[in-house]
């Protein structure tokens, strides 16, 4: 079994910070690329921001500038520091891991993490 934990999530004000952890646990080989969606209400779910095990990063364009993925390889652990948050980054925040837990690669996300950001 493989578990996706995030925290960090909460209540802000408009220009405030949050930094948000997921730390994969369970039968893992190892990871690939780990990364952050969001989903706020009546709108699709989005990719925010992915790394790979080498450190490579993808941003919406929407965070680039204001946002930070990281990963520490050695904790199975993720991080997205947000900084000048914005109303709109208000969402639910879902950790996502794409990692190899036997012959086999699959993706998991985990139960998500409330950000909410006030004007």
């Known amino acids: 079994q493989v578990q996706l934990v995030e925290s960090g999530g909460g209540l802000v004000q408009a220009g405030g910070s949050l930094r948000l952890s997921c730390a994969a646990s369970?039968?893992?080989?190892?990871?690939?690329?780990m990364g952050w969606d969001r989903q706020a209400p009546g709108k699709q779910r989005e990719l925010v921001a992915s790394i790979t095990s080498g450190g490579g990063t993808k941003y919406v364009d929407s965070v680039k500038g204001r946002f930070t993925i990281s990963r520490d390889n050695a904790k199975n652990t993720v991080y997205l520091q947000m900084n000048s948050l914005k109303p709109e980054d208000t969402a639910v925040y879902y950790c996502?891991?794409?990692?190899?837990?036997?012959?086999?690669?699959?993706?998991?996300w985990g139960q998500g993490t409330q950000v909410t950001v006030s004007s």
């Open positions: 369970g039968s893992i080989f190892s990871i690939n690329t």
């Open positions: 996502n891991a794409h990692l190899v837990t036997g012959p086999s690669a699959y993706d998991y």
